[in-house]
């Protein structure tokens, strides 16, 4: 019976981890019509059992802990191993930019509200501008919402833009205003590079918008990064407004992997 009521015990207290976990977490909202429901009985059951065995709550703690490191170690093996042997999956629909082989493919997590991504947009400008003949540039949005407020509006005037070809264009143009981010300025540069409107409009208030969006973040969330801008590089992975030195020492990394040379 003890060893039962053990098992409840963790059972409940790693409930309460998940549900707590899932109304914090933005890729998993909790559902409004859904409780978690305990008898009294076995509420008090377990409470005495936690009393006299404290322990119960470190191990559980744990344990869910390492459930959680493994799914995460997992999907980023999944991710980077894709990396290598099918790019394109990983690209899929993102703006993609510089080398057609995609041999050397470097995946941004950015959000353009952020003035860390801000200072990083300038030195991939100047990496890319040494490397576009070898690397290949993928943009990923990851809107930090709850302390950037126009970081999901303005990811979505640029998915819009990238309907009609004008991504990187009005990508950078975000980022080299990013003091001014607000309606006024998302309409005047979509007019600066003679975007159509009325679609420009449509797209970026349309669920396709949303639903693009949201496939980036749950990516991110799924690959455990936490804030931006965040970058992979075929398996190498750093993050932060990092020097020109540092992201030329990371392709160095990768091209000695691959065989290659500067």
């Known amino acids: 019976m003890k060893q039962q009521v053990y098992r409840w015990s963790r059972l409940w207290i790693s409930t309460v981890l998940m549900v707590t976990i899932a109304l914090t ?53 999944a991710f980077l191993d894709q990396m290598k042997t099918n790019p394109q999956a990983i690209i899929g629909k993102s703006p993609a930019t510089g080398a057609e082989a995609k041999n050397i493919v470097l995946v941004e997590f950015s959000d ?65 205003q990013q003091d001014q981010l607000g309606e006024e300025l998302y309409v005047a540069i979509a007019k600066q590079f003679n975007l159509n409107l009325d679609q420009f409009n449509r797209d970026r208030q349309s669920p396709q918008a949303q639903a693009a969006l949201q496939k980036d973040i749950q990516l991110a969330e799924s690959l455990g990064i936490s804030g931006t801008p965040f970058f992979i590089m075929n398996g190498e992975t750093f993050s932060g407004a990092v020097e020109l030195s540092e992201m030329e020492k990371v392709l160095a990394t990768v091209q000695a992997s691959k065989g290659q040379k500067n």
């Open 25 to 77: 977490s933005c890729s998993q909202p909790a559902q409004s019509d859904q409780t978690v429901k305990v008898s009294p009985e076995l509420e008090k059951q377990i409470l005495q059992v936690i009393r006299a065995h404290p322990e119960v709550i470190l191990e559980s703690v744990q344990a869910y802990q390492q459930q959680q490191d493994g799914q995460l170690q997992q999907a980023r093996q």
């Open 112 to 176: 353009f509200q952020c003035p860390f991504c801000a200072r990083a947009h300038q030195t991939i400008q100047q990496f890319m501008k040494a490397h576009q003949d070898q690397v290949t540039l993928v943009y990923k949005h990851f809107p930090l919402t709850q302390i950037h407020p126009q970081a999901l509006n303005a990811a979505k005037a640029s998915w819009a833009a990238q309907q009609q070809g004008k991504f990187w264009e009005y990508q950078n143009a975000l980022f080299t």
